[in-house]
């Protein structure tokens, strides 16, 4: 049985967006666009909200954006608050961890893609201040 995390699962069996991930891994990120409509969705599908079909295909995203909104939460005093935010690239919202900090942070800022790996072997994403 696999305990409760924050991260989503990644592998093949567990789900249909697989590619995401493995993409991901590869230092490439991605999403899904209809080959129907031609709609670039995020986050990635598995089948397009407009033609309902699944003839979708990987494409790849630039690298970096720019900062949206963000919010910072913090859990408890004493403990670095983290900062989650909306990063738009190429007209796409993405939801992100923001890895910068409280006196940093800016909207409108550039961001790059950062690739973190956890130590069960996933990646996750993330967007920070420098390339
Ligand atoms: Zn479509």
Redesign the pocket.
Known sequence: MRRFDQYPPESEEETQLHAFFQNLKNGRFTTTR?E??G?VWWPPRTI?P??I?SNLEWVELPKNGRLKLYTVCQREKGVEPVVLGIVEIGGLHIPSKINASIEEIEEGMELFLEIENLEDGRVIYAFSKQE
Do not use: A
Request: aromatic residues 0%; charged residues 10%; positive net charge.
């Open positions: 209809c129907g409509c709609k397009c407009n033609c079909t």
